[in-house]
């Protein structure tokens, strides 16, 4: 079975700045696979933050582009989401997936949940005004 941990959350104020790490030592297809990070507020829907896709092709949501990167380290297979000017409306539990069919990579936006077989535990992001 595939293994994602993440780490790297935490609280912080507005304005300031966390980076997420996902861990992926075991996962076969960590190269040629497509990755992703979601988030998910309490009594909200699951929504796409960003993919990293063949070639390291990246997508954003609207709403996290300029402030949000996401990158890949192959040699470590750790998968990242640098998370900068973070808001209130930016917590959430963050999880890392992965897709090794790479479905998303026609989306014109950010692939949802559906797309990606393997999930982390998640790692709690907390923003304060």
């Known amino acids: 079975q595939v293994q994602l941990v993440e780490s790297g959350g935490g609280s912080v104020q507005a304005g300031g700045s966390l980076r997420l790490s996902c861990a992926a030592s075991e996962y076969p297809d960590f190269s040629p696979g497509c990755l992703a990070w979601f988030r998910q507020a309490p009594g909200k829907e699951r929504e796409g933050v960003a993919n990293i896709n063949r070639g390291d092709t990246t997508k954003y949501a609207d709403s996290v582009k300029g402030r949000f990167t996401i990158s890949r380290d192959y040699d470590k297979k750790i998968l990242y989401l640098q998370m900068n000017n973070l808001k209130p409306e930016d917590t959430a539990m963050y999880y890392c997936?992965?897709?090794?069919?790479?479905?998303?990579?026609?989306?014109?936006?950010?692939?949802?949940?559906?797309?990606?077989?393997?999930w982390g535990q998640g790692t709690q992001v907390t923003v304060s005004s």
């Open positions: 997936a992965a897709d090794p069919y790479c479905r998303g990579t026609s989306r014109p936006g950010v692939a949802p949940p559906s797309d990606y077989d393997d």
